[in-house]
């Protein structure tokens, strides 16, 4: 079993920085691919960024440019550098650990990340 624990979130104003991070505990030696998903009020969630465990990333559009995802296996921890911050970034953001045998996926409790001035 994985678990994960995110931590970072707070409130910053608009066009300011934030660093998230997570902690993957118990069984993290097979995690393929990590991640972060925001759920912001009223919406679904959805994907941030990905980092696989060769170090490819994924960005969604709308983070791309502003965001980078970092991942340290040695340390099992994923992090989550966000510049440039919009009020539309407002959201829960949860951790994502999966992986590929036996197949799972892990959330963490998820931080809130609220912009606004």
């Known amino acids: 079993q994985v678990q994960l624990v995110e931590s970072g979130g707070g409130l910053v104003q608009p066009g300011g920085s934030l660093r998230l991070s997570c902690v993957a505990s118990?069984?993290?030696?097979?995690?393929?691919?990590m991640g972060w998903y925001r759920q912001a009020p009223a919406k679904m969630r959805e994907l941030v960024a990905t980092?696989?465990?060769?170090?490819?990333?994924n960005y969604a559009d709308s983070v791309k440019g502003r965001f980078a995802i970092s991942r340290d296996s040695a340390k099992n921890t994923v992090t989550l550098q966000m510049n440039t911050l919009t009020p539309q970034d407002t959201a829960v953001y949860y951790c994502?650990?999966?992986?590929?045998?036996?197949?799972?996926?892990?959330w963490g409790p998820g931080t809130q990340v609220t912009v606004s001035s």
């Open positions: 980092i696989t465990s060769g170090g490819y990333t």
């Open positions: 994502n650990a999966h992986k590929a045998w036996p197949t799972r996926s892990y």
């Open positions: 118990g069984s993290p030696l097979s995690i393929d691919i």
